[in-house]
């Protein structure tokens, strides 16, 4: 699917709007805004995929492709964190590891907070599995997430 524009739904297991920016087939960005934008779809199979993750579903949204425009070593960051099975946490030096960064290393910390924070797709990239950083996900989204996710 090559397609680009604003697509957005109202998910009642979350209790929140999720839109997507899409460009190109490759999802941008991702936000929870209180209502559907008059502006955005709400027809995308993309959509559809977050509401089959959220029925159940694991593997559906590390398959859609996403698009990370950011310095390498927060890029990498992400792009591992996207490899985090669902329910599965960990912890930001954990993360740090897995990127090929040394957490002990001056600044690797706030580089992992920071990609964390600037997470442009949450949901593709779940930094709601991060256990002690917050990421872009709101933090009663990424509670509710969670809760999926383990129960």
Same mark, same amino acid.
Do not use: C, W
């Given at each position: 699917?090559?397609? *680009?524009?604003?697509?957005?739904?109202?998910?009642?297991?979350?209790?929140?709007? #999720?839109? +997507?920016?899409?460009?190109?087939?490759?999802?941008?960005?991702?936000?929870?805004?209180?209502?559907?934008? /008059?502006?955005?779809?709400?027809? &995308?199979?993309?959509?559809?995929?977050?509401?089959?993750?959220?029925? @159940?579903?694991?593997?559906? +949204?590390? /398959?859609?492709?996403?698009?990370?425009?950011?310095?390498?070593?927060?890029?990498?960051?992400?792009?591992?964190?996207?490899?985090?099975?669902?329910?599965?946490?960990?912890?930001?030096?954990?993360?740090?590891?897995?990127? @090929?960064?040394?957490? *002990? /290393?001056?600044?690797?910390?706030?580089? #992992?907070?920071?990609?964390?924070?600037?997470?442009?797709?949450?949901?593709?990239?779940?930094? &709601?599995?991060?256990?002690? @950083?917050?990421?872009?996900?709101?933090?009663?989204?990424?509670?509710?997430?969670?809760? &999926?996710?383990? @129960?």
């Amino acid at each position: 699917m090559k397609d *680009a524009g604003v697509y957005a739904r109202e998910l009642e297991s979350i209790g929140r709007v #999720v839109q +997507l920016g899409i460009v190109g087939g490759q999802v941008i960005s991702v936000s929870f805004p209180d209502a559907v934008p /008059e502006d955005a779809s709400v027809a &995308h199979d993309y959509l559809d995929a977050v509401d089959a993750y959220l029925a @159940g579903e694991r593997e559906g +949204l590390t /398959e859609i492709s996403i698009a990370l425009t950011m310095p390498t070593d927060k890029r990498r960051v992400l792009e591992t964190l996207r490899e985090i099975p669902s329910g599965r946490t960990v912890t930001i030096d954990r993360l740090a590891s897995f990127a @090929g960064l040394d957490p *002990a /290393e001056d600044g690797v910390r706030e580089t #992992v907070q920071d990609a964390l924070r600037e997470n442009p797709v949450p949901l593709f990239v779940p930094d &709601h599995r991060v256990r002690d @950083g917050q990421g872009a996900t709101p933090s009663s989204i990424a509670a509710a997430l969670r809760r &999926h996710e383990n @129960g």
